[in-house]
Nanobody, 121 residues
Framework: QVQLVESGGGLVQPGGSLRLSCAAS????????MGWYRQAPGKERELVAT???????MYSDSVKGRFTISRDNAKNTVYLQMNSLKPGDTAVYSC???????????????WGQGTQVTVSS
């Protein structure tokens, strides 16, 4: 059984930094795609950043230049380094894994439970 667990959220002042982690566990052979999404109250869930197994990355325009996504394939873990945080970044951040290869096949749409990030002075 595959499970994703996020950590690293919290309260930070504008201009500060946080580092989020998401570790995938289970009988995993490899993960092709991992990403971070966020959702604020009353708003739709939006893409933040994605990274493939080969290291190709994509960012939303709102975070480009401030956030950096990375991964450790050996640990099946994805990270999100968030710098120059703004109040508008306040949201629940969730990680996603797709193309998860196990002994039974390749599956997608795995989600973590989310971690709260609050940016406020």
């Amino acid at each position: 059984q595959v499970q994703l667990v996020e950590s690293g959220g919290g309260l930070v002042q504008p201009g500060g930094s946080l580092r989020l982690s998401c570790a995938a566990s289970g009988s995993i052979i490899s993960i092709n795609y991992m990403g971070w999404y966020r959702q604020a109250p009353g708003k739709e869930r939006e893409l933040v950043a994605t990274i493939t197994r080969g290291g190709s990355t994509m960012y939303s325009d709102s975070v480009k230049g401030r956030f950096t996504i990375s991964r450790d394939n050996a640990k099946n873990t994805v990270y999100l380094q968030m710098n120059s945080l703004k109040p508008g970044d306040t949201a629940v951040y969730s990680c996603n894994a797709d193309g998860v290869k196990t002994g039974w096949g390749t599956f997608g749409a795995y989600w973590g439970q989310g971690t709260q990030v609050t940016v406020s002075s």
